[in-house]
């Protein structure tokens, strides 16, 4: 039997087949997750707007153009709920997360180049944090998600060139940001 596809999933979840959402999260479970991490910099946040992504999305899937890709509206509701949650927050954490650090390990590295590419990308993600939550949400989308331009614009509902100028300020204020912190070493 075939695979079916998204738009496939989605026909038969509003015509009742509730339990092929399940196939769906499944699918972008993952994506999800990492647009709310790295948006949000700990864990158990991003597993909690993960969860509240696909619920949000369950109870609006009767807006979902069928005819477009599922994957690029899904994050687009993830990043939009993560966004309204920043809002509310007044600073972001910047936890020290096993889980992360594991990513950095390989079977193969030595001892010292796993503490480097860690305490690297502990600067990064730091450095990530400390920007506004839309210019984080843009570097997540491009960076993170390999999404194009006319993809971050329709994911974050904004103009394109709002889109390519978000991140032309992003990266600037990324890369000062990283300049200060080499400079302060």
Known sequence: METPTDRELVLRIRQGE???YGELVRRYQSSV????????????????MTQDT????YQRLHTFDASRPF???????????????????????????????????SP??????TYVRREQA???REAILSLPPHYRAVIELRHFQ????????????????TVKSHLFRARKLLAQALS????GK
């Open 122 to 124: 502990a600067i990064i």
């Open 71 to 105: 994957g690029p509206w899904i994050r687009r509701v993830a990043a939009n709920l993560t966004l309204n949650h920043l809002k509310r927050k007044t600073t972001p954490q910047v936890p020290l997360d096993e889980e992360r650090d594991r990513q950095y390990q």
């Open 54 to 57: 696909f619920i949000r999305a």
């Open 18 to 20: 509730l339990e092929d």
């Open 33 to 48: 997750f990492n647009v709310c991490y790295r948006l949000l910099g700990e864990r158990r946040d991003a597993e909690d």
């Open 108 to 113: 193969s590295a030595n001892p010292e180049t």
């Open 180 to 183: 200060r912190e080499q400079g």
């Open 146 to 161: 390999d999404m194009d331009y006319q993809q971050m614009a329709e994911t974050l509902n904004l103009p394109l060139n």
